[in-house]
Protein backbone atom coordinates (compact mmCIF):
# COMPACT_ATOMS: atom_id res chain seq x y z
CA UNK A 1 0.00 0.00 0.00
CA UNK A 2 1.31 3.43 -1.28
CA UNK A 3 0.00 6.71 -0.92
CA UNK A 4 0.30 8.70 -3.81
CA UNK A 5 3.32 11.03 -1.90
CA UNK A 6 5.13 7.86 -1.78
CA UNK A 7 4.37 6.29 -5.03
CA UNK A 8 5.58 9.68 -6.87
CA UNK A 9 8.56 9.98 -4.97
CA UNK A 10 10.30 6.72 -4.26
CA UNK A 11 10.94 6.34 -8.37
CA UNK A 12 12.31 9.91 -8.47
CA UNK A 13 14.35 9.04 -5.42
CA UNK A 14 15.74 5.40 -6.93
CA UNK A 15 16.73 7.22 -9.82
CA UNK A 16 18.61 9.79 -7.97
CA UNK A 17 16.02 12.42 -9.77
CA UNK A 18 14.56 15.77 -8.54
CA UNK A 19 10.55 15.78 -9.12
CA UNK A 20 9.27 17.62 -12.20
CA UNK A 21 6.72 17.65 -14.49
CA UNK A 22 4.34 15.91 -14.25
CA UNK A 23 4.98 14.25 -10.93
CA UNK A 24 4.90 17.59 -9.49
CA UNK A 25 1.73 18.14 -11.47
CA UNK A 26 -0.29 14.94 -9.56
CA UNK A 27 1.40 16.02 -5.87
CA UNK A 28 -0.17 19.30 -6.58
CA UNK A 29 -3.60 17.65 -7.34
CA UNK A 30 -3.23 15.40 -4.80
CA UNK A 31 -2.52 18.09 -1.76
CA UNK A 32 -5.33 20.29 -3.77
CA UNK A 33 -8.23 18.02 -3.10
CA UNK A 34 -6.73 17.06 0.07
CA UNK A 35 -8.73 18.71 2.40
CA UNK A 36 -12.17 17.46 0.51
CA UNK A 37 -10.65 13.58 0.86
CA UNK A 38 -10.15 14.13 4.71
CA UNK A 39 -13.64 16.02 5.57
CA UNK A 40 -15.18 13.09 3.53
CA UNK A 41 -13.23 10.65 5.41
CA UNK A 42 -14.86 12.76 8.56
CA UNK A 43 -18.13 12.03 7.67
CA UNK A 44 -18.26 8.88 6.43
CA UNK A 45 -15.99 7.83 9.81
CA UNK A 46 -18.86 9.62 11.67
CA UNK A 47 -21.67 8.26 10.12
CA UNK A 48 -20.83 4.50 9.19
CA UNK A 49 -24.09 2.56 11.00
CA UNK A 50 -26.21 5.66 9.42
CA UNK A 51 -24.85 4.51 5.83
CA UNK A 52 -24.92 1.24 6.12
CA UNK A 53 -28.44 1.25 7.26
CA UNK A 54 -29.76 3.20 4.31
CA UNK A 55 -27.40 1.31 2.03
CA UNK A 56 -28.97 -2.23 2.80
CA UNK A 57 -32.38 -0.51 2.97
CA UNK A 58 -31.86 1.20 -0.56
CA UNK A 59 -30.50 -2.53 -1.76
CA UNK A 60 -31.19 -5.43 -0.02
CA UNK A 61 -33.81 -5.32 2.65
CA UNK A 62 -37.13 -5.50 0.69
CA UNK A 63 -36.03 -8.27 -1.71
CA UNK A 64 -36.00 -12.47 -1.79
CA UNK A 65 -32.77 -12.05 -0.17
CA UNK A 66 -33.81 -11.32 3.71
CA UNK A 67 -36.84 -13.59 3.49
CA UNK A 68 -35.95 -16.99 4.77
CA UNK A 69 -33.74 -19.35 2.28
CA UNK A 70 -32.51 -16.16 0.97
CA UNK A 71 -29.12 -15.21 1.42
CA UNK A 72 -29.07 -12.95 4.23
CA UNK A 73 -31.46 -15.46 6.27
CA UNK A 74 -30.78 -16.33 9.48
CA UNK A 75 -29.54 -13.25 11.15
CA UNK A 76 -26.15 -14.39 11.18
CA UNK A 77 -25.85 -13.67 7.47
CA UNK A 78 -27.29 -10.89 7.39
CA UNK A 79 -25.01 -9.79 9.78
CA UNK A 80 -21.97 -10.68 7.92
CA UNK A 81 -23.39 -8.94 4.89
CA UNK A 82 -23.36 -5.76 7.19
CA UNK A 83 -19.87 -6.74 8.02
CA UNK A 84 -18.35 -6.93 4.59
CA UNK A 85 -20.47 -3.69 3.61
CA UNK A 86 -18.61 -2.17 6.62
CA UNK A 87 -15.24 -3.15 5.29
CA UNK A 88 -15.71 -2.09 1.74
CA UNK A 89 -16.36 1.27 3.01
CA UNK A 90 -13.91 1.30 5.19
CA UNK A 91 -11.29 -0.03 2.83
CA UNK A 92 -12.52 2.52 0.03
CA UNK A 93 -12.09 5.76 2.34
CA UNK A 94 -8.28 4.37 3.20
CA UNK A 95 -7.70 4.11 -0.22
CA UNK A 96 -9.59 7.77 -1.17
CA UNK A 97 -7.09 9.20 0.87
CA UNK A 98 -4.43 7.63 -0.10
CA UNK A 99 -5.76 7.45 -3.95
CA UNK A 100 -4.53 5.06 -4.16
CA UNK A 101 -6.77 1.77 -5.54
CA UNK A 102 -4.00 -0.83 -4.50
CA UNK A 103 -5.04 -0.63 -0.95
CA UNK A 104 -8.34 -2.63 -2.32
CA UNK A 105 -6.72 -5.26 -4.64
CA UNK A 106 -4.20 -5.95 -1.46
CA UNK A 107 -7.04 -5.88 0.95
CA UNK A 108 -10.24 -6.44 -0.42
CA UNK A 109 -10.16 -7.98 -3.67
CA UNK A 110 -7.69 -10.93 -4.09
CA UNK A 111 -9.68 -13.67 -3.99
CA UNK A 112 -13.27 -12.28 -2.64
CA UNK A 113 -15.08 -13.32 -5.57
CA UNK A 114 -13.67 -16.62 -5.34
CA UNK A 115 -14.38 -16.84 -1.56
CA UNK A 116 -17.95 -15.61 -1.97
CA UNK A 117 -18.54 -18.32 -4.63
CA UNK A 118 -17.18 -20.75 -2.93
CA UNK A 119 -19.57 -19.59 0.66
CA UNK A 120 -22.74 -19.03 -2.20
CA UNK A 121 -22.77 -15.31 -0.86
CA UNK A 122 -24.30 -13.89 -4.26
CA UNK A 123 -22.13 -11.43 -6.12
CA UNK A 124 -25.01 -9.05 -7.96
CA UNK A 125 -26.94 -8.15 -4.85
CA UNK A 126 -23.46 -7.35 -3.33
CA UNK A 127 -22.85 -5.46 -6.60
CA UNK A 128 -25.87 -3.27 -6.05
CA UNK A 129 -25.64 -2.67 -2.19
CA UNK A 130 -22.50 -0.99 -3.79
CA UNK A 131 -23.93 0.66 -6.09
CA UNK A 132 -26.36 1.83 -3.25
CA UNK A 133 -23.65 2.66 -1.12
CA UNK A 134 -22.26 5.11 -3.83
CA UNK A 135 -25.62 7.15 -3.48
CA UNK A 136 -26.36 7.00 0.11
CA UNK A 137 -22.33 8.31 0.46
CA UNK A 138 -22.56 11.25 -1.52
CA UNK A 139 -25.79 11.95 -0.28
CA UNK A 140 -23.92 12.27 3.13
CA UNK A 141 -20.20 14.01 1.83
CA UNK A 142 -21.51 15.89 -1.19
CA UNK A 143 -21.17 15.75 -5.16
CA UNK A 144 -17.58 16.52 -5.13
CA UNK A 145 -16.22 14.19 -2.83
CA UNK A 146 -18.89 11.57 -3.77
CA UNK A 147 -17.32 11.33 -7.12
CA UNK A 148 -13.97 11.11 -5.31
CA UNK A 149 -15.53 7.66 -3.22
CA UNK A 150 -17.00 6.83 -6.47
CA UNK A 151 -13.60 6.21 -7.89
CA UNK A 152 -12.63 3.12 -5.21
CA UNK A 153 -16.50 1.96 -4.45
CA UNK A 154 -16.30 1.41 -8.63
CA UNK A 155 -13.35 -0.51 -8.28
CA UNK A 156 -14.35 -2.97 -5.48
CA UNK A 157 -17.57 -3.47 -8.12
CA UNK A 158 -15.00 -4.27 -10.68
CA UNK A 159 -13.57 -6.62 -8.78
CA UNK A 160 -16.45 -8.49 -8.06
CA UNK A 161 -17.56 -8.26 -11.53
Do not use: W
Not at 26 to 33: A, D, E, G, P, R
Not at 37 to 51: E, L, P
Not at 136 to 159: K, N, P, W
Amino acid sequence: MQDTITSIINPADEKGRYLEGNDLDKLKQYLQSGALRVKAASQIGGNVDSIISKTVEKSLLYGDITLPGGNMYPTRRYAACLRDLTYFLRYATYAMLAADPSILDERVLNGLKETYSSLGVPIEPTIQAIQAMKEVVTQRVGAEAGQEMDVYLDHIISGLS
